[in-house]
Nanobody, 126 residues
Framework: VQLQASGGGLVQAGASLRLSCTAS????????MGWFRQAPGKEREFVAA????????NYADSVKGRFTISRDNTKNTVYLQMNNLKLEDTAVYYC????????????????????WGQGTQVTVSS
């Protein structure tokens, strides 16, 4: 399984970015997908998750109303639209996959489970 995240960059506070994560080597349409992030000196934390049919979506409280997760099963890709970025959103963002779990289970996924991408850096400046 390979998960390739892209779309990160350096932006000013209040700007928007869209991250993409393209998967290969798995039956993408049967996997719950999630986004996580890790800031310097902090533990990796859950950001958002979406089930395989997009029926269920879950967000961390810190990003609700600003971030939107979506997926295109025809392109094996999951997206994270990030609006109104804040300084505290600065982190390396990782995508992860897990076969048919709930978004609640996905939110607690650790690097020892599921498949993870290499991460893409998002830096928000003032």
């Amino acid at each position: 399984v390979q998960l390739q995240a892209s779309g990160g960059g350096l932006v000013q506070a209040g700007a928007s970015l869209r991250l993409s994560c393209t998967a290969s080597g798995l039956a993408f349409s049967e996997y719950t997908m999630g986004w996580f992030r890790q800031a310097p000196g902090k533990e990796r934390e859950f950001v958002a998750a979406i089930t395989w049919t997009s029926a269920y979506i879950n967000y961390a409280d810190s990003v609700k109303g600003r971030f939107t997760i979506s997926r295109d099963n025809t392109k094996n890709t999951v997206y994270l639209q990030m609006n109104n970025l804040k300084l505290e959103d600065t982190a390396v963002y990782y995508c992860a996959s897990k076969w048919r779990v709930t978004v609640q289970t996905m939110s607690g996924l650790t690097p020892s489970f599921g498949s993870w991408g290499q991460g893409t850096q998002v830096t928000v400046s003032s």
